[in-house]
């Protein structure tokens, strides 16, 4: 597609369900990466992924939140048992090129996710 | 570790005004520098990018300059419109981003 698709904008959460987090990226991007951004924060880094393969997952703050990219394009955020601290905007980008690779990133315009 | 520190919002100017949003950066090695906009409803848009020591990225008549001497990456534009107001990001590479500065521009 011709940008950053993610879906849903918006998720209400009871606190403890499990929700899911979509992203489509740009066709024929290689880099893909998550993030979580606060109120009056910058986006915080959670994981990213070359094409399939999930190369770095630190940022992820607890074992509830896992992230996936079967196929190498699509890719999904879950997150399980959801806590009102999960309470972000989460956001995607892709971009053509690897880690690093200073091409700069397009990002989708988030899913804001809500926990009561 | 790798990080940014981005001058603390809010800024509020008048059209035509010059404007500078500070950053600074600590980093092992020479990462990519960039700087990201929000505009109000939309989602982050890259504005302009650095890839090594005295290259100045420019975009939409905003310029910013990676100094390595200083650790900084300034932006500037010499002359706002109210279309420039939005939330500016500095972010070093993909994994550090600033916590934004909320630009307002009044007719």
């Known amino acids: 597609g011709a940008g950053v698709s993610q879906s849903p904008r918006y998720k209400v959460a009871k606190r403890g369900q499990d929700v899911a987090l979509r992203c489509d990226p740009i066709?024929?991007?290689?880099?893909l990466f998550w993030y979580q951004q606060a109120l009056g924060q910058g986006p915080e880094f959670l994981t990213y992924?070359?094409?399939?393969?999930?190369?770095?997952k630190s940022g992820l703050p607890s074992d509830r939140f896992f992230a996936e990219r079967p196929e190498g394009s699509v890719s999904t955020l879950k997150i399980q048992r959801t806590q009102q601290e999960d309470s972000a905007v989460y956001l995607c980008?892709?971009?053509?090129?690897?880690?690093?690779?200073?091409?700069?990133?397009?990002f989708g315009s988030g899913t804001r996710l809500t926990v009561v | 570790g790798n990080s940014v520190t981005q001058m603390e919002g809010p800024v509020t100017l008048s059209e035509e005004a010059f404007l500078t949003i500070n950053c600074t950066y600590t980093?092992?090695?020479?990462?990519?520098l960039f700087w990201y906009v929000q505009y109000p409803g939309e989602g982050l848009q890259l504005l302009l990018k650095?890839?090594?020591?005295?290259d100045k990225g420019s975009n939409k008549g905003f310029e910013a300059t990676y100094r390595k001497e200083t650790t900084s990456f300034h932006l500037e534009k010499g002359s706002v419109q109210v279309s420039d107001s939005a939330v500016y990001f500095c972010a070093l590479e993909e994994l550090s981003f600033g916590a934004g500065t909320t630009v307002t521009v009044r007719a």
């Open positions: 980093a092992t090695g020479y990462p990519s």
């Open positions: 992924f070359q094409n399939e393969a999930q190369l770095d």
């Open positions: 650095a890839t090594k020591a005295d």
């Open positions: 980008a892709s971009s053509i090129g690897t880690q690093g690779n200073a091409y700069g990133y397009t």
């Open positions: 066709s024929g991007h290689v880099s």
